[in-house]
C-alpha cells in the first residue's frame, strides 16, 4: 500500500498545478460540497475512483479506459453556478473514466460523469438555505429535499429526503454512488453503502487544500479538490473547442454534450458488449420520460427545470445574473440559427438568452 504522504507522481503533479483560483462563488460552492459516500466492488476497486475527466494528462477521451491501470490521481468532483434573482442552481459532477460490469452479458462504456444539482435559496445569509436537490441516475433524474424545506411535488414525485453529515463545522448534504455504474442519488437511496467497517466503499471530504486518493476500495477519508468546469482549458472549454470541430478530429466530445469513447483497452472484454459514446455532461444529461423538460437544461436552464420538478418555490426567478453556460455559448458565437452540433432541437437558444439579465427587481 503507497502511504497518502508519498510524492505523487509527474502526471498527478500536472493535474494539481495551477488548479486553484479565486471565484465570486468559491466559499459558495465550498459550503454545500456534499460528504461523497462512493460503493466499490471488490473486483476492481480503482474503477470506481473519482477523478478529473483529463486524469491522464491530456484530454483525449477514448484512452481513459485504456489509461486506468493505476488509481493514484487527485481526487476530483466539478462543480457549477448558476444564479438568478432568488435562488443559487449549483451542480456537482463526479467523473470515472469507466462505467464497468462484472456480470456477463452485460454492458460497460468508456467514461462516466453524472452528479446533483442543488437548489439553494438566497436568502440573505453567506451561503443561502438548501431547499433541494435533483440528481442524476444514469438517464434517470431524481428530486429530493431536506427537512423543512418548502418544495413539495411538481410535475415530478419527491424520491426522498437530504441528509446532512457535520464536517468542519458545516452540516453538509450527503450523496451517494453505486459501485460499477455510479448512478447518484441523495444518501442512501443508490446504495447499501453507509460506512460501516463491513462494507466496500470510500467517504470523499471537500477541501481547500490538496486532494487526496484512495489508499484502497475501504478508505472512509479521502478530501476531494473541486474543480470548476467552466475553468481555463477545463470540460466547458473543451466542449465549446471540439463543438468547432468535426467528430474525427474531436479530441474529448462526440457530439454536443456526450463524450467520445470506444472499444479499446479491454471494455467489454469476455461475455459483456462495449457501447461507444455513451457518457453524457451536465449540458447533455436528460430524463426522458419527464415531461416538459428537455436535454440540457440542467445545466443551461436549470431553473426551468427546478420549476417543472417542483411546486412550493415561492418567490421563484427564471432570470439570471451569471449564467456562465450560456455566457459562453453566446460569446462563442452561437444562436437559434447557429447551433453546435447536437445541440437538442427542444431547447430555444435566443430565448434561453432573453432569461440573462444585468439586474434583479427588489424583493
Known amino acids: 500500500m503507497i502511504p497518502r504522504t508519498s510524492v505523487l507522481t509527474s502526471a498527478v503533479c500536472l493535474l494539481l498545478a495551477g488548479t486553484a483560483s479565486a471565484g465570486p ?27 478529473a475527466f483529463d486524469y491522464d494528462s491530456d484530454r483525449i477521451s477514448t484512452n481513459n ?27 456537482y459532477s463526479f467523473f470515472h473514466p469507466r462505467d464497468w460490469s462484472d456480470t456477463i452479458f452485460d454492458q460497460e462504456h468508456e467514461n462516466d460523469l453524472e452528479g446533483a444539482l442543488l437548489v439553494v435559496r438566497k436568502d440573505g445569509t453567506s451561503f443561502g438555505k438548501l431547499e433541494g436537490m435533483i ?8 428530486s429530493f429535499t431536506p427537512a423543512g424545506s418548502p418544495l413539495t411535488d411538481g410535475n415530478e414525485t419527491i424520491d426522498g429526503t437530504v441528509s446532512f453529515e457535520a464536517h468542519n463545522g458545516v452540516n453538509r448534504p450527503k450523496t451517494v454512488q453505486e459501485a460499477k455504474g455510479h448512478g447518484l442519488k441523495a444518501w442512501p437511496y443508490a446504495s447499501d453503502f453507509n460506512g460501516s467497517v463491513n462494507q466496500d466503499g470510500i467517504i470523499y471530504y471537500p477541501t481547500q487544500g490538496a486532494a487526496e486518493y484512495p489508499t484502497s476500495g475501504n478508505d472512509r477519508f479521502v478530501p476531494y479538490r473541486l474543480v470548476d468546469i467552466h475553468a481555463a482549458n477545463g470540460m466547458w472549454a473543451a466542449a465549446l473547442n471540439d463543438a468547432t470541430l468535426p467528430s474525427s478530429s474531436a479530441q474529448t466530445f462526440n457530439t454536443w454534450g456526450t463524450f467520445k469513447g470506444d472499444t479499446s483497452g479491454g471494455c467489454g472484454s469476455g461475455l459483456k458488449s462495449c457501447s461507444s459514446n455513451s457518457a453524457n455532461t451536465p449540458w447533455g444529461w436528460d430524463d426522458g420520460d419527464d415531461g416538459a423538460s428537455y436535454r440540457g437544461e440542467f445545466a443551461l436552464d436549470p431553473a426551468h ?36 452540433s447536437g445541440f437538442p432541437s427542444q431547447l430555444n437558444l435566443d430565448a434561453m438568452y432573453s432569461k440573462l439579465t444585468a439586474t434583479c427587481p427588489a424583493q
Not at 460503493?39 to 476497486?45: K, L, M
Not at 479506459?65 to 493514484?72: E, F, Q, S, V
Not at 487527485?74 to 451542480?91: G, I, Q
Open 65 to 91: 479506459w485504456d489509461n486506468r491501470a493505476g488509481g493514484l490521481w487527485p481526487a476530483t468532483v466539478y462543480y457549477s453556478v448558476v444564479e438568478s434573482c432568488s435562488h443559487y442552481f449549483v451542480t
Open 135 to 142: 440528481t442524476v441516475f444514469h438517464t434517470n433524474f431524481f
Open 25 to 51: 462563488y468559491d466559499a459558495l460552492v465550498f459550503h454545500h460540497a456534499p460528504v461523497h459516500y462512493q460503493d466499490t466492488d471488490s473486483s476492481d476497486y480503482p474503477s470506481d475512483y473519482i477523478t
Open 305 to 340: 427545470l427546478v420549476d417543472h420538478y417542483f411546486n412550493g418555490t415561492g418567490t421563484f426567478s427564471q432570470q439570471y445574473v451569471s449564467n456562465p453556460y450560456l455566457q459562453g455559448l453566446r460569446a462563442a458565437g452561437y444562436n437559434s440559427a447557429h447551433l453546435p
